[in-house]
């Protein structure tokens, strides 16, 4: 005879009585807690950021397909605009793309979450993907540099309206960037070469024009653009 206070377990699952007996309620607690836990342990843990943070691995780009649907942050997703997704960065955050396969490098900013491939580790706007020369092989290997976090600004002096340059090009060789400089010296007003430091590497930054309103910033970039150059704009703070 089956002794009465070592019950099978299997007798708990249901009650044909239909109201669950204690053990039984503790044990549907017991599940949902096991539930709850491992589904915080599947999601990505936020990382600690810090200003020149990096990390190398395989990039791809989404498009039209994901176009004016949310985002992770709850902005649409807009195909041309220079933003990217990440697993792990805190959305908000600036980072600096680096294309190893051709030196081409943008800066973008993380608004979603992705990629959901294993073996890549960033996914990139349709733009920025046209700029880093990646929307032909579809996946490259790229560089991803920490170069703003998400919370404060720290870049933009605080009270005061934003002034926008653009970018003719960014280079890793001086001679490269002047050379471009001396180029557009005749046509553009204000062109310089930028120093900036990311990550360990130097780049050296072609900006044009000091500009007040984005539309004069805008019309520029379209001017340059025309020349084949690929151009960002960007606010002068940064």
């Not at 309620?25 to 915080?40: A, D, E, K, T, Y």
Request: charged share 20%; aromatic share 8%.
């Amino acid at each position: 005879m089956t002794d009465p206070r070592r019950v099978p377990c299997r007798s708990f699952v249901s009650n044909p009585r239909g109201t669950p007996p204690r053990r039984i309620l503790f044990g549907r607690v017991c599940i949902g807690l096991l539930v709850v836990m491992l589904g915080s342990c599947a999601r990505p843990p936020t990382r600690p950021v810090g200003l020149g943070g990096a990390e190398v691995g395989l990039a791809s780009w989404y498009g039209s397909q994901f176009h004016g649907r949310r985002t992770s942050s709850g902005e649409i997703y807009d195909m041309h605009q220079l933003t990217a997704a990440h697993r792990e960065l805190p959305l908000g955050t600036w980072i600096l793309v680096t294309n190893l396969d051709n030196g081409r490098s943008v800066e973008v900013r993380v608004n979603d979450r992705g990629p959901f491939v294993p073996d890549r580790i960033l996914d990139v706007s349709y733009g920025a993907g046209r700029l880093l020369g990646m929307l032909g092989p579809g996946v490259v290997p790229v560089r991803v540099v920490v170069t703003r976090p998400a919370t404060g600004d720290g870049w933009a002096t605080p009270g005061l309206p934003p002034r926008f340059t653009v970018q003719a090009g960014s280079f890793v060789s001086l001679d490269k960037a002047r050379a471009l400089e001396r180029s557009l010296a005749d046509g553009f007003p204000e062109v310089e070469v930028v120093r900036r430091t990311v990550g360990g590497e130097t780049y050296f930054r072609v900006w044009v024009g000091d500009f007040q309103r984005r539309t004069d910033a805008q019309a520029a970039a379209e001017r340059l653009a025309s020349r084949g150059l690929s151009v960002l704009i960007l606010e002068r703070g940064r």
